[in-house]
């Protein structure tokens, strides 16, 4: 019943990730390593949907499909393109302090990310009512030149 949920969920989902994810780089254990590695993957598969509802519900009728794209290239290019070769990267400058754990003090980078993350989600729920009242008013606007 609050659309702030759309981005509250989002906010939880990256700050569960955060602890979660520092434990999965933690544990030596490959099976509790697994048995870690089902919070983070469910939580953060249960906000997408929470995402793109909320980028559909800012976006305005006429663009819709073109900023559902812009999130799937943006998916695309930092998680799939830019995500592992920067922990790549890391790892390799890593490697001379901390040697084959290298690798992993490089995913406990990833980390902070996800609690920045949480924050800017926080903070945009702040905002988030006015947001799609503007939204609404945008797309029930047929006429651009009002805007």
Same mark, same amino acid.
């Given at each position: 019943?609050?659309?702030?949920?759309?981005?509250?969920?989002?906010?939880?989902?990256?700050?569960?990730?955060?602890?979660?994810?520092?434990?999965? &780089?933690? #544990?030596?254990?490959?099976?509790?390593?697994?048995?870690? !590695?089902?919070?983070?993957? +469910?939580? %953060?598969? @249960? *906000?997408?949907?929470?995402?793109?509802?909320?980028?559909?519900?800012?976006?305005?009728?006429?663009?819709?499909?073109?900023?559902?794209?812009?999130?799937? &290239?943006? #998916?695309?290019v930092v998680g799939v393109?830019?995500?592992? !070769?920067?922990?790549?990267? +890391?790892? %390799?400058? @890593? *490697?001379?302090?901390?040697?084959?754990?290298?690798?992993?003090?490089?995913?406990?980078?990833?980390?902070?990310i996800y609690a920045a993350?949480?924050?800017? &989600?926080?903070?945009?729920?702040?905002?988030?009512?006015?947001?799609?009242?503007?939204?609404?008013?945008?797309?029930?606007?047929?006429?651009?030149?009002?805007?």
């Amino acid at each position: 019943r609050d659309q702030r949920w759309l981005a509250w969920l989002q906010m939880l989902a990256a700050g569960i990730t955060v602890p979660a994810a520092a434990a999965l &780089f933690a #544990v030596r254990s490959e099976t509790f390593a697994f048995s870690v !590695l089902v919070t983070p993957s +469910l939580v %953060q598969g @249960l *906000s997408i949907g929470a995402g793109y509802a909320l980028t559909q519900n800012l976006a305005g009728v006429h663009s819709r499909a073109t900023s559902t794209a812009i999130i799937a &290239f943006c #998916v695309t290019v930092v998680g799939v393109g830019l995500g592992p !070769l920067t922990l790549g990267l +890391l790892s %390799q400058d @890593l *490697s001379a302090r901390f040697g084959p754990e290298s690798l992993r003090y490089a995913f406990f980078l990833v980390c902070p990310i996800y609690a920045a993350a949480a924050l800017a &989600f926080w903070r945009m729920a702040h905002y988030l009512r006015d947001d799609l009242d503007d939204a609404r008013r945008d797309s029930s606007n047929p006429d651009p030149s009002s805007r």
